[in-house]
């Protein structure tokens, strides 16, 4: 079993940044891909970010140049610092951990808010 708590979230204005944190507990193997989904009101869950053992990333194209992911993996912890934020940022964010056969494992999502 894995654990996934998420933090970091929060409400900003308009160009505002954060930084999400996921911290990884349990039996985790030694490759594995850590990223973050986001869900907001009235859309479908999309991908923003992930980020596997070696420091391979991909992002969604409407946050490049914005968002940088990055992870501890002798800490067990993965990042998202979230720079120049739009009030289409704004979602629910989950932190996710597929290893093995793609088993995948959730965080319980942070609250993200941007204002204009």
């Known amino acids: 079993q894995v654990q996934l708590v998420e933090s970091g979230g929060g409400s900003v204005q308009d160009g505002g940044s954060l930084r999400l944190s996921c911290q990884a507990s349990?039996?985790?193997?030694?490759?594995?891909?850590m990223g973050w989904y986001r869900r907001a009101p009235g859309k479908e869950r999309e991908l923003v970010a992930n980020?596997?053992?070696?420091?391979?990333?991909t992002y969604q194209d409407s946050v490049k140049g914005r968002f940088t992911i990055s992870r501890d993996n002798a800490k067990g912890t993965m990042y998202l610092q979230m720079n120049n934020l739009r009030a289409e940022d704004t979602a629910v964010y989950y932190c996710?951990?597929?290893?093995?056969?793609?088993?995948?494992?959730w965080g319980q999502g942070t609250q993200v808010t941007v204002s204009a």
């Open positions: 996710y951990l597929v290893q093995g056969v793609n088993r995948a494992y």
């Open positions: 349990g039996v985790i193997f030694g490759f594995n891909v």
């Open positions: 980020i596997n053992t070696s420091g391979t990333t």
